[in-house]
């Protein structure tokens, strides 16, 4: 499976937008680039997703470089609530490999009142 | 919808022991998932299924075993518990209309299982 890498961790100030990069070097033409997180104590929940093109969506907006070698999520405005740990995955749309999502160790994000 | 459940929520086991974990989702999803989660790490996924009758293994199954009989249950069975499946074990359904791929997986709360 193709790798992704995110920073440990990151800071933002409420009401302020948040980047959160994530370097995917290795991702080939069968892989969409998915964003999930992580609120304390429950589990995943989807953000958004994008193969080339970039994306908007209620929650946030996904920026895919023209290599596709990196993207950023993009958190218009952050709330205390969007604290959380954020994952940047390849999903390879191939049926054969069942959907299936490998998860990194994300990019914890704080956000400050 | 209920969206995905899990049962129990919070479970002790004793080294040795055997518990099921249960996963049940009302959204007639064909595909489902177990992950396990150690603290302050990312989710490993431990065996999936792609619809009723077919299971296959993840990147941990090792001590795990699995079933499907109907789309709406995936139950993890743990066979002789040890300290070292002290984890927070997550089911996930996603769906596959016809031929082509649904994007999101949607999660259960979690079982927040101790092995002492």
């Known amino acids: 499976d193709a790798k992704t890498t995110q920073p440990n961790s990151m800071e933002s100030n409420e009401e302020e937008p948040v980047h959160l990069p994530c370097n995917h070097s290795?991702?080939?033409?069968?892989?969409?680039i998915h964003w999930y997180r992580q609120l304390p104590s429950q589990g995943p929940e989807y953000v958004i997703h994008g193969l080339t093109s970039n994306v908007n969506n209620r929650m946030a907006s996904l920026a895919i470089a023209e290599d596709r070698k990196s993207s950023t999520l993009i958190l218009h405005r952050a709330t205390l609530r969007d604290a959380a740990v954020y994952y940047c995955i390849l999903r390879d749309v191939r049926v054969e490999y069942g959907n299936k999502l490998v998860f990194g160790a994300g990019t914890i994000l704080r956000v400050k009142s | 919808n209920a969206g995905v459940t899990q049962t129990p929520k919070f479970r002790i086991l004793k080294i040795g022991q055997s518990m099921t974990l249960q996963c049940t989702q009302d959204m007639n999803h064909n595909y489902m998932y177990w992950y396990r989660q150690d603290p302050g790490m990312g989710l490993k996924l431990i065996y999936y299924s792609v619809g009723a009758g077919i299971t296959d293994k993840g990147e941990v199954p090792n001590g795990y075993n699995v079933s499907r009989s109907t789309t709406e249950d995936f139950p993890l069975r743990l066979e002789l518990a040890a300290p070292s499946q002290t984890s927070v074990y997550f089911c996930?359904?996603?769906?596959?209309?016809?031929?082509?791929?649904?994007?999101?997986?949607?999660f259960g709360p979690g079982t927040r299982l101790t092995v002492t």
């Open positions: 290795t991702i080939s033409g069968t892989d969409y």
């Open positions: 996930a359904s996603s769906w596959v209309p016809g031929t082509s791929i649904s994007y999101e997986q949607y």
